[in-house]
């Protein structure tokens, strides 16, 4: 028999209504043969009113009791969804991560998964069971509950997928699947009907927001097939695959734009070994996830050292950067709360050349500077002022003809 | 160091405001040089709406998935309880049932505790950390999660004050103690300072409503003093105690009403052994709790067997009772859904006479027909029509003289 991880997001089981469709695609899915595993989220806005409940109590509540309290938006979930599977007339049973043996670490709000315990899953399978797990949660190793942040349903799904050796994970959502760019700004912008996992992992982590990076990464590492839909038809949306041969006759793929960014950039750092690696040190340990980082050739002894954060943890982040700077006897810190990132993505720019001055030249043509240039293999970022930013993406989409079915 | 449980019901936790408040006596008890354990119930109507999301889905949810539901409305307060006690800076952790170990049978929505493992809030303690338990909850020895049933919580209070070999369980509420009858309905009714557990039991057991009778059983079982008092005031409350002698001079403590009862007699039953063994036994298999059963001696080879049950459970009831009489060759089935049960309680009644005399007089007096009577050792109850119901209460009552400061 087949085994099949579903996925429903939020907005995907928020009313019952929407919970029974769920449970009937998968009973659909059991019907047609597979052992089924469900994970669902908090219905809709569940998470933010849970989260408004602790600010009510707390300005900063203790992230292990925050993690206890919002754990149990997906718990409702799961109960609510077996009892539609029941009301359909097919066996099913919920589990919470504990209950699932969802091990992660204990960094509450940002858990890691280390394992997960398949063998009940496979005692309910051979109950003949539809086996619904909460996403989003896990627990330590002393029955802590954590949460795996945002995406972490995502993560649940496929981890899930990856132990039990699935066939396929369905990533069900409200959107038909993935873009080439975001369509609410790009009007042009054109469903893919596959991607390879690498450019998927930049476009999620570059904020295309359809799938979490650390997801889409458990897929490429543990080959599992995920494949993006949405919940509101029957439509295939997008698989997310492993790199096929003809995947690089198409140089660049799809183009995001990560809105919130702030820049900081400490000035004039003397340029000794270990210098980059204090600096980073430090940022971690203050709990803050650092996007990209440029720092260029140095000049008269010292360099300029940058990089970008979520513009949300700027203010965590000044007061940091300011000891640092003083300590490495560097100049100054230069920040900057109102940048964005414009980026395009493809596996075939390994092989293709131009990409990177073809997009240079659209965003010049149309007034928008350029603050800022990180690339990868597959990737090139532009950092550039908010105001521009949404311009920029749909100027970068038409100079690539992104929208245009002869770019498939 | 002496150790404090402390349970605050639903209402008690209502809003921020109120968990505040719960978190602050908490704290008082603590820098009062003890260890505390705070144990608390979902806020305000929370169980009624999740319980409401189950029904939009099923009408019969599945009794696993419901507890599993449910327990997320106090596993939400205790989070926010922690929190709290966060912000009045003391330290607290929050647990579920399965996190600290609380175990019971797997009979969902009426689960029995079987243990908790002391240990976890032990090693709490000795970080100086106030202890935050779910009420109502706990987990079969699959992890599954489980219901205590009506009154759960203070059930887990008085279990863990019993395995913690607590001074005292302090149970508050929205009233100021147990009073001599339910003062919604007798006006003149009196807050009693001190009760027996075994009077309590059986108030609890008739709906006097202030306690369960499952944690006054635990409280007399392990000789926990239990003390019902109110969320609202510092006043004391009522202490339930283990009986003392002067108790004996009082010779009714207290009247209680227990007011939707169904009754169902079955006709004619041959008298023959086992019988009564046969029905109660099919009752019991139907899921469905008797209240009180009443068989009178055998006229001409038969007899008429009468019980009580919740008039919520008679429906259930019906068909099974309609079973047996045609299995055992009874006459046939009458039920009533309209009964009430008015019942005077007191640990004096072993040594005084005249007592089930007076209260069958007032009744009388009052123009209220006794349907059905049974007595135990320290009470007497009768079976009335649910329209003389509250009169009846205030009436017994007065013949008592339980409002006034001589009957103490």
Do not use: W
């Not at 209504?17 to 569940?46: C, F, M, P, W, Y």
């Not at 309910?124 to 797990?133: D, H, L, P, Q, T």
């Not at 030249?361 to 930013?389: H, P, Y």
Request: proline share 2%.
């Amino acid at each position: 028999m087949g085994i099949v991880v579903q996925k429903f997001g939020g907005t995907s089981v928020a009313t019952a209504d929407l919970i029974r469709r769920a449970a009937g695609r998968a009973v659909r899915a059991k019907e047609a043969g597979n052992h089924v595993v469900v994970v669902v989220s908090a219905q809709g806005k569940t998470t933010d009113e849970l989260i408004a409940l602790a600010h009510e109590i707390s300005e900063r509540p203790d992230p292990r009791e925050l993690d206890q309290l919002v754990s149990t938006g997906e718990q409702i979930s799961i109960a609510l969804t077996a009892m539609a599977i029941h009301a359909a007339g097919h066996g099913a049973i919920s589990f919470t991560a504990g209950q699932v043996g969802l091990i992660t670490d204990s960094v509450h709000t940002k858990a890691r998964i280390q394992g997960v315990d398949a063998q009940r899953i496979h005692d309910e399978f051979a109950k003949g069971n539809i086996v619904i797990v909460a996403g989003f949660q896990g627990v330590d190793a002393q029955q802590n509950v954590t949460t795996l942040g945002r995406g972490g349903s995502d993560t649940t799904a496929v981890a899930l997928a990856a132990v039990l050796r699935a066939d396929v994970c369905e990533i069900y959502t409200d959107v038909d699947g993935v873009f080439t760019a975001d369509p609410r700004i790009v009007p042009a912008a054109r469903k893919m009907d596959e991607i390879a996992c690498d450019e998927m992992l930049e476009l999620a982590s570059l904020g295309a927001g359809v799938m979490h990076s650390r997801a889409v990464e458990f897929g490429k590492k543990y080959d599992i097939p995920i494949h993006v839909r949405s919940s509101l038809t029957d439509a295939p949306g997008t698989m997310i695959l492993e790199e096929v041969t003809r995947m690089e006759a198409i140089t660049v793929r799809g183009a995001a734009l990560t809105k919130d960014l702030a820049k900081v950039t400490i000035r004039s750092v003397p340029d000794q070994p270990g210098v980059a690696a204090r600096i980073f040190h430090q940022i971690a340990a203050a709990g803050v996830a650092v996007d990209d980082i440029i720092q260029n050739v140095s000049r008269e002894g010292t360099t300029d050292v940058s990089f970008t954060v979520a513009a949300d943890d700027l203010p965590a982040l000044v007061e940091t950067a300011e000891g640092l700077a003083k300590k490495l006897g560097a100049q100054d810190v230069v920040t900057d709360d109102g940048v964005s990132k414009v980026s395009v993505v493809g596996v075939g720019m390994r092989t293709h050349t131009g990409v990177a001055e073809k997009m240079f030249k659209a965003l010049a043509d149309a007034g928008v500077n350029i603050q800022m240039i990180s690339t990868s293999e597959i990737k090139i970022s532009c950092i550039i002022d908010r105001a521009s930013a949404e311009k920029a993406l749909r100027v970068v989409h038409e100079a690539f003809d992104l929208g245009s079915e002869a770019s498939a």
